[in-house]
């Protein structure tokens, strides 16, 4: 069964540093979305991202954050500057059509910033 | 926008035995859709079930079926002759049917726990 990947599974990294985490959605889907889950907290959304631009975002999805797609396979979210309260597990996700299909998730980047 | 809630922290249940978990979700939309997603410990978020709004049976898939009451705004998931597997956490989630994003709104779980 066609699935959601992520890399990597875990990272850790120094505040401030700039982080890349990388999601291949599956592949006839054309909806991708980050979503995040701080421990112990409900999932939010973050960013969706349709036709090569952001359709949607929330509060959260400030001007630290960006997502790309560089080569029409991998769907990227890029932290900038770290912050403390970034650590969270980020989950990747992808939608086949408008038609309201399921949104299917890959299994998460936890990232720890120290 | 949407609101998702979701009354019971934490649930338990004996294995074999039935449990129904309850959420209730806030909208002014007619078109949507409901979810229930099974987090594991490994933390993956799987799809347990899925609800359209303008359906008015009731979703089933295999040991799992959902309560849908529209009027109420009400969509529980029960689970029958529950696992041990079935111990995870569960969110419930809300989709509008829009040309935006069609972002989903979670609820902020339910913690299940089977015991043998």
């Known amino acids: 069964e066609p699935e959601v990947t992520q890399t990597p599974s875990h990272q850790v990294t120094q505040m401030g540093q700039e982080v890349i985490l990388r999601c291949v959605p599956i592949?006839?889907?054309?909806?991708f979305y980050w979503y995040r889950q701080i421990l112990g907290q409900k999932v939010e959304f973050l960013v969706s991202?349709?036709?090569?631009?952001?359709?949607?975002k929330s509060e959260i999805f400030d001007d630290q954050f960006s997502v790309e797609r560089p080569d029409g396979s991998n769907f990227t979210l890029k932290i900038r500057s770290t912050k403390l309260e970034d650590s969270a597990m980020y989950f990747c996700?992808?939608?086949?059509?408008?038609?309201?299909?399921?949104?299917?998730f890959g299994e998460g980047s936890w990232l720890t910033v120290v | 926008a949407q609101t998702v809630t979701q009354s019971q922290p934490e649930m338990s249940v004996q294995e074999a035995e039935t449990v129904t978990l309850s959420c209730t979700y806030d909208?002014?939309?007619?078109?949507?859709?409901l979810f229930w997603y099974k987090q594991p410990p490994s933390r993956q978020m799987i799809l347990v079930i899925r609800?359209?709004?303008?359906?008015?049976q009731n979703a089933t898939e295999n040991r799992f079926s959902v309560n849908f009451q529209k009027a109420a705004k009400s969509f529980s998931l029960k689970i029958s002759d529950s696992q041990l597997g079935d111990t995870a956490m569960y969110f419930c989630?809300?989709?509008?049917?829009?040309?935006?994003?069609?972002?989903?709104?979670f609820g902020g779980g339910t913690r299940l726990m089977v015991k043998p």
């Open positions: 996700a992808s939608k086949q059509s408008t038609s309201g299909n399921t949104i299917y």
């Open positions: 592949s006839n889907h054309l909806y």
């Open positions: 991202f349709y036709n090569n631009e952001i359709s949607e």
């Open positions: 909208t002014s939309e007619s078109n949507y859709y």
């Open positions: 609800q359209e709004a303008y359906k008015q």
């Open positions: 989630a809300f989709m509008k049917l829009d040309n935006a994003g069609n972002m989903l709104t």
